[in-house]
């Protein structure tokens, strides 16, 4: 046994906890922890060309395999960087862990007046469920090991470790280290819940007329996808989910309705019972409340959550249910055994529900055949889902383009859908990093990435990353030279004054085409499917920039503009 950096402990335990990836930008702080990637086949460095960019490939990585995605960065400017991408993850129970280095223990908390000081505890505190600052070599295990356990339980969340540059250099015996088994450290085994509030919530839907089931983003986080299956089929309810929780069962599924449409809304106004599963019920999900649900004392809820911080946060509830949602839902559905057998069909009303969905999508549909000049972006979704095999990871950045993409780009796996955009933090830019985690997590999947043109600037220099990896991903950007959602706040509420919304036009297929990317320029609806097989047949990650309508605005931005401005007096 011999005498081992700081850096090389911490990559050791990583590798005990299954991480094969680390994304980051490189600093001179962090030389032990990168040296100690060196030629190591268990575990890989993606050097990413900004911190926001590399956070949000940990997050990606986390949303796509259900595990701790892992971030680094250097002290002062590096930290700094990291909360764009930092953010997201924490606003939708995404678990990362973060590794900033630090100055020297003996000049840092408080600093001195060193060169790039940062209280990196401070700064990151809002954005992540824990910190620790790492001042001794020997305590490396010990707070490593706790960063895991804070990340994954209860909601899960970004955690954040500080550690001295003088502590990754530091070296110790290798023989006084004992690397824990995760389940020698932390509970693996979901909390189950309250058996007497099961069977109240059993009792409840077994007498439903009109049960309707609404599932979160939390089913995904808790690998729930077969239990909240099981239980609709059982009781053949409806089921609606939140943006969010977009994959947790198939959007062929008998009696799913698509989130926020027609259909959807009328059942979630009409049915007797409802059982929310994973979901804070935000104002994605119109907080809960009417017209979009139906009236509280009219409308029995039943509210399941990993923790009691989001049951009846919004929504005041019947039986709220603290417990993991896999173990919740399996709980409920023997309870319901016992009580009714399965029933046979569907509530008479679904039909009618799904007749309001198709009438409104028939619209989307047909404007999605459109051969008008400029392209308009629904044609683009179409024939981009159809093109790619249903088992393909769909990328949606940007705001508008989440909007289009989210009528016509349907989802029939989980963790197949990932948009920052789509749930609780509405951020940007998530699109290049996250689809490079997607393809690292599964080589053998076609990733295409679906994005405004604003959005995909955020992150450009990261299409080099794609093609260093030699990583196949089709990004479709959808080219309106604008900040394209603020400029139709500006053009139906301030009479057309464009302010700061405007770009010049941008060759984002040849900035691609520079990288050593493959590059299409589009500027004719039947140009797409033919760009779309070039870049596959390119085996390249590929770039096609579509030049579409500037002035189509989708018809649920007044909607989403009434939420986030609730309360406030808009032009008219």
Not at 101 to 108: T, V, Y
Not at 223 to 247: F, M, P, Q, W
Not at 268 to 282: F, H, K, P
């Amino acid at each position: 046994m011999g005498k081992i950096t700081g850096g090389e402990l911490i990559k050791r335990i990583l590798v005990n906890e299954g991480v094969k990836y680390v994304f980051g930008v490189p600093g001179d702080q962090l030389y032990p922890l990168l040296d100690s990637f060196y030629n190591d086949d268990k575990i890989k460095f993606i050097t990413f060309h900004h911190e926001a960019a590399a956070a949000h490939a940990a997050d990606g990585y986390a949303r796509v395999t259900n595990k701790p995605g892992v971030v680094i960065a250097t002290v002062g400017p590096g930290a700094a960087n990291l909360i764009g991408g930092v953010y997201p993850a924490f606003a939708e129970g995404i678990p990362i862990i973060i590794i900033t280095a630090q100055n020297q223990s003996w000049k840092s908390y408080p600093d001195h007046g060193s060169m790039q000081a940062l209280d990196q505890i401070n700064l990151l505190k809002p954005v992540t469920k824990w910190n620790a600052y790492i001042s001794q070599w020997n305590r490396i295990p010990e707070l490593v090991q706790w960063a895991f356990r804070k990340a994954l339980t209860g909601r899960p969340g970004p955690v954040h470790l500080d550690v001295a540059v003088d502590v990754l250099y530091q070296t110790g015996d290798e023989s006084s280290v004992s690397l824990l088994k995760p389940d020698n450290y932390r509970p693996i085994v979901p909390p189950a819940g309250n058996p007497f509030l099961i069977d109240e919530a059993a009792k409840l839907l077994a007498k439903a007329k009109m049960p309707l089931i609404h599932l979160g983003g939390g089913i995904l986080r808790a690998n729930a996808v077969e239990e909240a299956k099981a239980l609709a089929d059982y009781l053949k309810a409806i089921v609606t989910t939140s943006i969010g929780g977009r994959g947790s069962i198939s959007e062929d599924y008998p009696s799913l309705l698509l989130p926020s449409l027609p259909g959807a809304l009328e059942a979630q106004t009409e049915a007797d019972v409802i059982l929310i599963a994973g979901s804070r019920l935000g104002d994605l999900d119109y907080w809960g409340k009417p017209p979009a649900w139906g009236d509280f004392s009219n409308q029995k809820t039943i509210h399941i959550d990993i923790t009691g911080d989001d049951i009846g946060l919004n929504r005041p509830v019947d039986i709220g249910i603290i417990g993991d949602v896999k173990v919740v839902l399996s709980q409920l559905l023997e309870a319901i055994k016992k009580i009714i057998p399965p029933k046979k069909d569907y509530p008479e009303k679904l039909e009618k529900y799904k007749e309001s969905e198709r009438e409104y999508l028939k619209n989307m549909e047909d404007l999605s055949y459109s051969d008008s000049i400029p392209i308009h972006p629904l044609r683009v979704v179409r024939e981009v889902r159809e093109f790619f095999p249903k088992d393909s990871i769909a990328v949606i950045d940007g705001g508008n383009t989440t909007v289009w993409a989210s009528y016509l780009n349907k989802v029939y796996l989980p963790y197949t859908y990932f948009s920052t955009a789509s749930g609780d933090s509405g951020h940007l830019g998530s699109g290049i990093p996250f689809s490079i985690a997607a393809k690292l997590a599964n080589p053998d999947k076609q990733v295409y990435v679906i994005s405004g043109d604003g959005a995909f600037g955020f992150h450009i220099a990261d299409l080099e990353t794609a093609c260093r990896e030699k990583l196949q991903i089709t990004f479709i950007v959808l080219n309106d030279s604008a900040w394209g959602m603020i400029k139709a706040g500006q053009t139906l509420y301030y009479s057309n004054r464009h302010v700061g919304v405007d770009f010049s036009e941008i060759r984002y297929d040849l900035i691609a085409e520079a990288v050593g990317c493959h590059g299409e320029y589009i500027t004719k609806p039947d140009e797409i499917k033919p760009a779309l097989e070039r870049s596959i047949e390119s085996k390249k990650a590929s770039v096609i920039n579509v030049v579409v309508d500037k002035n189509v605005i989708p018809p649920h931005f007044e909607i989403l503009a009434g939420i986030w401005l609730e309360g406030v007096e808009i032009p008219s």
